[in-house]
DNA sequence: ATGAAAGCGCTAACAA
DNA sequence: TTGTTAGCGCTTTCAT
């Protein structure tokens, strides 16, 4: 019921009989093992165990000018919280990296009344003094630069703007959707449907092209109007409405990818009410692969590698924090792979469904690209 | 490219022609509009909003003595993120309430492997100097007790220990849990199973106790094999398990009742894996009501109010920060109730499923209670 | 109505 | 090897 101030390091000092700046400089200064003699340390160390001192992160960062904290700016989107994974996944692996690296992460995704467009969450940031700030893709090169601008470590992951130059960690989704394609011709489909996004954001135009390229590579034909692309986000009700398009087209793909989670999940829910059966009657595969192993049957699916983004962005923070000699010349870019895990969505198309009649036209030609 | 030092108010106290304490008073003084001319208030706001000042929180918390930061102590769960919904829905809402009221939320559930047990966690937030600690089913009432003790504000929620008197924010099952047996009684359904967890804790009695009261009122009389309880965690697989016992039951149920999503996840694995459709052949209803809507069919579910949770437990804590009169003789306890969401797992029960032939026995009489 | 001054707890430069 | 000192930016008496 005492209510025992938290010991501070004149506290330490006056039990270990030394001064305060000794006390600091055992406890974090950097040459702590040089400067003091292994005598005075114990002590120090000693009465630091017997008093739970912990330093004062205020008066610390007030001292230092740094204030041990980091910066998230997660990617905008509306919606429930559950239509968007990733920003779950991506906020715990990013702030447990930073943990890691003794820092703590500030996260301005959280929106309140209060704050309201980029510039305010950007503000916001600022006025908490982080020490570093996190972008996932950034609604506007500006808001990049204001960090910039201030002389503040900045790291752009998944989808960067190339404007801005800070380090990046992206992925790619070429491998794992060469897997994914390699799988499904394994398997023996050739009529192979693709879910994705139109619009000009290279990320998503990179998934398209990496389908295009793998299914060319296996000799397949893609008819135009098996690949459907949604103007607007990736949302379970697009992956519903698309999948309702393909099931209506009087030839029905054996296959179906679907570049995002959601539009998976959409996906799913067309199939489950037309009655198609997953995987007997139609294969399914996702790309993000985070609600994916939830579902029922559990989604083959390509894997971002979350952990890692998280994990590699947050050393280039750091790095660009505690290095003081300014910014690189070239800013480092960091790639990493997607890979595909097989789960209980995939099997040989049906006997009825002759893939080769279904496809038709030239073998080996590139799938025509849709307008849409 | 600049780096421009962030403004301090000094800065701003010498373009306003005043003292740096004047600018204190002004800007976050209680009394400001008393004591300071409205002539001088109006420059020192012009210079402020001219300079982009913002207070340096550091300095603003070593000068308090309060950080304005609430540790958050999520309940410890194992696995992967998505089985726990439950921990991304409190910590976004517990995170925005916070904000709302000017303090950030500092959580403790991100384990890194420097931090290990309960005692490292608390003792993690009282490092961080907190303001005060929210706690989400503490492991121990030990662990409560070290902050009560420490003088630092708690409140419980959800799953409090009723050993430590902090103030409480709780669930009352019973009302969603009632509407959602009457919406299936009302459909036509009188074999109605529950998949649970067996255990002391008093909220999983209580979904049970809510479970038999209302099918009593009802007059259904459940056989004991429908209520299937698990002795471990909430999770995917044993939902799964379980529905697979009750499909086995020479008489089968026509609706599930599942005391949390995960369960609930499960069951529609189950039920999906044996061809059972849902809700032509089953009806299937969840507790919890955080992934159900996502799924295929979106479950009918008996929702928590996660987010009304979130903001009366951090006004609770709040009230105990800034209220500096000691703690209350008898701490507040909240109770919020659920409710039901109808969606598309529940229909009537197939023709062929003959309620009360299935049921038996004396009817009206109280459901019997299993072993596990 | 305003300013001067102290000090929160710490780190870092300098002295001894 | 250790201690002394200054000061990070702010809030809060206490004088004026």
Redesign the interface.
Known sequence: ????R?ATSTDVARQAGVSQATVSVVLSGVRSNIRVSDATRRRVLAAAADLGY?P????R??RQRR?GAIGFLPRPERG????H?IH??LS?HT??AA??RGY?L??AG??????RGSDALV?FL????VDGVLFDGPRTAAEVRRVV???LPAVQILRPRPDVATPTVTVDAAPGIAAAIDHLVGLGHRAIAFLGKSGAAPVDRARLDAFTAATARRGLAIPGDYIRLIAGDYG?EHGRALTRELLALPERPTAIFAASDSLA?GA??AL??AEVRVPAAMSLISYDD??A??L??PLTGVAQPFAAVAERAIALLVDQIERSDGPAAEPERVVLPTRLNVRRSTAPPAAGQASDDVVGGARGGQGARPMA
């Open positions: 019921m005492a209510r025992p938290q912990a004062h992160p205020a008066a960062a007030l204030s429930l919280p559950f239509e994974p779950y996944l715990i702030a447990r943990l890691d703590q500030v996260e959280v929106e309140t009344d209060a704050l503000q600022v006025n908490r003094r601008d201030r002389g379970l999940l799913a829910h489950y009410e985070t609600l192993p939830q029922y049957p």
